[in-house]
């Protein structure tokens, strides 16, 4: 059984905002959408919970405790969800954006907005989700491709704390059209153009979230917090800037922004997941418990791989990547760490 879209609306236009993916995330961002008076349907990969969010105003699954508003209606029917929005938000796991663009596509048409609020870096092909978008979808939809990123909790936002994000296009003119679009009274949007820079933060903080949790299970305080993060975002601007970003951008929300809040924030998944770890779990257990997606365990995998594509020294990142997937110690990949050939602090 499907949820059943409202009756009386016309196919095209019906609603503002379409959101493609009904996790914790996508269900949040829906609410936001619909709390600011914008019509927003919601697509669900699963019907049981598009049923639950349409009858019962409430994710139970994903997003418990947070009743939606009566603007938002959510449906398990992708061609309904995207031919009868004109802006759709994309928010599935990184592996699955390829798939879904593909399946979207016949129902995309030049008037369309995407915008990705995932983070992460394909496994297979080492591209950033606005490079996967830009090699599935025809060239005449690129115009249209934006990224939004930034410290921002699902759960923080269904409850309208306040909030900033950046969102960024290679179109200043759709970055500052969608600032105004999305922004809120307590949801501030930042436009960029860098692309680059607000996909690299966004996906490799997590990783770093990871090392900083294990830090935290071991007990070493807030001295080796504290280095992990600087250090972390020094390699993270390494990288982006590899891709051609700018550093500065790594200064800002999808930089040190959202760095801070998933390597500190007790709603961190990707934190929780290091936590566990430096606590003595393993990480075939850890996930097996957890219901949504911890999407550094992923991209530690492609981050280790890009570094050395690039060239780029990364540490800490590759550290991560041994203990998350080679059965290195946490203690031990401190050792490595630590025991490092001294450098000097600012390299490029």
Not at 11 to 18: E, K, N, S
Not at 39 to 68: C, F, K, M
Not at 219 to 224: D, K, L, M
Request: net charge neutral; hydrophobic share 45%.
């Amino acid at each position: 059984m499907t949820a059943a879209l409202p009756t009386g609306l016309p196919l095209r236009d019906a609603y503002p905002i379409g959101v493609v993916g009904a996790g914790a995330w996508g269900t949040a961002l829906a609410i936001h959408t619909a709390r600011c008076g914008k019509p927003t349907l919601l697509w669900a990969h699963n019907p049981s919970v598009a049923v639950q969010i349409q009858d019962g105003r409430e994710n139970v699954r994903y997003l418990p405790g947070h009743l939606v508003p009566e603007a938002l209606h959510a449906t398990a029917d992708l061609e309904a969800c995207v031919r009868r929005s004109r802006v759709l938000l994309t928010v599935m796991p990184t592996p699955h954006v390829a798939g879904l663009a593909r399946r979207m596509e016949p129902w995309l048409t030049d008037e369309h907005v995407i915008v990705s609020c995932s983070k992460g870096i394909d496994n297979e092909s080492l591209e950033l989700i606005s490079e996967i978008y830009e090699r599935v979808l025809p060239r005449r939809m690129h115009a249209g491709l934006a990224y939004l990123s930034g410290p921002s909790f699902a759960a923080e936002v269904a409850i309208n704390s306040p909030t900033a994000v950046t969102v960024a296009a290679r179109s200043a003119r759709l970055a500052r059209w969608l600032q105004k679009e999305l922004s809120g009274n307590r949801f501030r949007c930042y436009a960029s153009n860098d692309v680059e820079g607000v996909e690299v933060g966004g996906a490799l903080k997590n990783v770093i979230a990871i090392a900083v949790g294990a830090a935290d299970g071991l007990g070493f305080g807030h001295n080796a917090r504290a280095g992990l993060i600087t250090r972390g975002l020094a390699e993270i601007t390494r990288i982006a800037v590899r891709k051609g970003a700018n550093p500065l951008t790594l200064q800002g929300l999808s930089g040190i922004g959202d760095l801070v809040l998933t390597c500190t924030g007790d709603l961190s998944r990707n934190r929780t997941v290091g936590l566990r770890l430096g606590r003595g779990e393993s990480i075939g257990a850890i996930l097996a418990s957890m219901t949504a997606v911890a999407e550094g365990v992923l991209t530690s995998r492609s981050a280790w791989r890009l570094t050395q594509e690039l060239g780029v020294e990364a540490p800490i990142l590759e550290q991560t990547y041994r203990v998350l997937h080679e059965g290195l110690a946490p203690l031990d990949a401190l050792r490595n760490l630590m025991g490092r050939e001294l450098k000097d602090e600012i390299t490029l």
